[in-house]
């Protein structure tokens, strides 16, 4: 509560009109700082792709971070890129920012907190990442072509003024692979909907095991389906392709049977897809990269055992609570599809910690909270 001895000039009224939390401090004594501005910071949240070219986990991201920031008491609007006059006291880009990005916003003197995503590079082997930030090193101390870096993603992660990423398995891409320094990395997990904290386990009492997620290459719905009919598993696939023209959707459709091969079209209400998770027999992933799948934590709260790729994100989320498949396209896949499958019925899901979107919300605020007192 606002000492009543305190006055700020204009009152109250006229402290809640100044637009920044840098304007908002400047009228307030240091002892009402922590405990009361920063539920009137406003941050901007912006992103490279429309949402329209690229649905998916990342928009489910924005826009659930979006809604708990402002449950927690944050103002947050989109960024308005046509709007000179919108101002805020922190940008959280999703995605990479470019450097020029990120040099105008010192500028402007708006820190940035970029969540960026390493689906593919997370799950290299450590060698791997070692080399490449060998060779990253050895690219950027050139001495020419300094336009051309300029426009590289490697700078922006090093002039970033935090990062953050959802596993620590990311976070070693970012410090072994771009050499960036480990205390502007922090590791916030993704949440889920309080409606899925709610669901609870299901009756689990339909004939198939389930597959959501768009119907893409690098989700691999195709293999898996081709996987399904060699197993004589089905397989009910829940999704929508980025394009109805796309040649892998009309593959995938090629391949759909109603027996082995099941669809259903993307879900738009929670609830429809809770409903259709509680009612499967297990869950399956046979993606080609993951940094979290959100679908997989969305699946556990439903009460649903989980077959995954072995891959590094998998086994940091979830390690031996969960069945694998062989890492390479082996036959062995089959067999180890039909045993999850005959297996579901005795199996639990995974005992690991489901994030709330608020708890991940606490985390970001606290974050932004240590930049814009130290950009001061």
Known sequence: MVSQHFRPEGGLEGLFQLRTYRQRRERLPGFLAHNFLIRLMKVLVDHSWPFSLAHG??????????????????????????????????????????????????????????????????????????????????????????????????????????????????????????????????????????????????????????CPGTITAVKRPVELALLAKAARVPVLFVGKPFHLADPYWKLFQTLIDGKYVKYHPAVAEVEEMIDLLRSARGFVLFSKFENWSLASSEAVSCGLPLLLPDRKWARERFDLGVRYFDRDDSTRNIGILQRFYEDCPSLSPPPVKIWSWREVACKLKTIYESLVSSSR
């Open 57 to 210: 986990g990342v928009q489910k991201q924005i826009e659930e971070s979006k809604a708990a920031l402002q449950a927690v008491g944050l103002e947050v609007e989109y960024l308005r890129w046509w709007d000179s006059r919108q101002e805020g006291d922190l940008i959280h880009f999703f995605c990479a920012p470019s450097a020029a990005y990120l040099r105008q916003a010192r500028l402007c003197q708006l820190p940035v907190v970029a969540t960026v995503f390493f689906s593919e590079a997370c799950n290299r082997p450590d060698w791997k990442l070692k080399i490449q930030g060998l060779a990253t090193h050895l690219i950027l101390a050139q001495p020419f072509a300094s336009g051309i870096k300029e426009q590289l993603t490697w700078i922006a992660y090093r002039r970033a003024p935090r990062l953050v990423v959802g596993l620590q398995a990311e976070r070693s891409v970012l410090i072994k692979a771009f050499g960036v320094s480990e205390g502007t990395v922090s590791v916030v997990p993704l949440g889920v909907s309080e409606l899925y904290l709610k669901a609870a386990s299901g009756e689990r009492n339909e004939h198939h095991l389930i």
